[in-house]
């Protein structure tokens, strides 16, 4: 799966840098740059080690989908490296004092919600189809795998799961929304003016101020 992700046809000392895209038809890497002993380095802490490309592996052992497994994980890595940029963007711009008055980071990081999820199930799309075309790689391939349950059990157990889940979380967004819709009740605390709202917990320097007996926000 490795030389599948780097879309790395034949063996070799050298790790490619920036990685090209995959040309899978014709088996080869376009515009490489080689960086001799990098990936000997990092994969067996020996730069003269020899780094296994797909050529290498017999042809039925190849992930049957190249470009998707090359390109979910420069999915994954690139969400990866802007949730970095984006925390240390934050942590400048507080150092700055300029956090909560920057609209700009806010529209990024609302923007980079759903990064997480899609970054994970990215890389579940890698772990799932670079293993193919096995299950337990090398031992059981998936075709050899197929439960023999006729297929109305497998509809009928699939139906029940959706059933079940749709309850559980539909009870759970109808309360969420319940809540949602309360209107405030008579001696309520406000919100704090003058200051950024916290959801949960308190920062250490309020709570030294207010003295030992400081309680965390609700």
């Known amino acids: 799966m490795l030389a599948a992700v780097r879309q790395k046809f034949h063996s070799a000392p050298l790790c490619n840098f920036p990685e090209p895209p995959l040309d899978a038809q ?16 990092y994969l067996a802490h020996d730069l003269n080690a020899e780094v296994r490309g797909l050529k290498a592996l017999p042809r039925d052992t190849w992930p049957t989908n190249l470009p998707l497994v090359f ?9 990866g490296f802007l949730m970095i940029a984006l925390g240390v963007t934050s942590l400048y711009l507080r150092w700055k004092e300029r956090l909560y008055t920057s609209r700009w980071l806010h529209r990024c990081a609302v923007a980079m919600g759903p990064s997480g999820l ?20 090398g031992l059981l391939r998936t075709a ?24 559980v979380f539909g009870a ?26 916290r959801t949960a917990g308190i920062t250490p320097a309020p709570a030294l101020a207010a003295g030992p007996n ?3 926000a609700e």
Do not use: K
């Open 26 to 41: 014709a088996e080869t890497t376009r515009w490489a740059i080689g960086i001799p002993g990098l990936a000997s380095l």
């Open 71 to 79: 390109w979910a994980f420069r999915v994954m890595v690139g969400l």
């Open 118 to 137: 899609v970054a994970v199930t990215a890389g579940w799309v890698v772990t799932e189809s670079g293993r193919q075309p096995f299950t337990v790689y």
């Open 144 to 167: 050899d795998s197929v439960s023999p349950i006729a297929a109305p059990a497998v509809a009928t157990s699939l139906a029940a799961f959706a059933v079940v889940y749709f309850v």
């Open 172 to 197: 759970g967004i109808w309360f969420l929304l319940h809540l949602f819709n309360q209107p405030p009740r008579p001696h309520e605390a406000g919100l704090p003016t003058g200051q950024p709202v």
């Open 214 to 216: 400081a309680q965390p």
